[in-house]
């Protein structure tokens, strides 16, 4: 049916889809929410402290 180096072909193929799917899934999960909370989160302290130096000024 498959010769050996066919055989490794498909298990370096299978390997690297996986690999790709779970850093996929590890980006969306973990990467992107973490980005986008800590520049959410130095956004309000920005603004916070514009507020905090235009009352005192």
């Known amino acids: 049916m498959f010769e050996f180096d066919q055989y490794l072909g498909f298990l370096a193929f299978l390997t690297i889809l996986t690999i790709g799917f779970w850093l996929m899934i590890f980006l ?3 990467v992107v ?3 986008l909370t800590g520049n959410l989160i130095e956004l309000f302290k920005e603004k916070r402290e514009a507020k905090k130096a235009k009352r005192e000024a």
Do not use: K
Request: aromatic fraction near 50%.
């Open 33 to 35: 929410p973490y980005w």
């Open 28 to 30: 969306l999960v973990f």
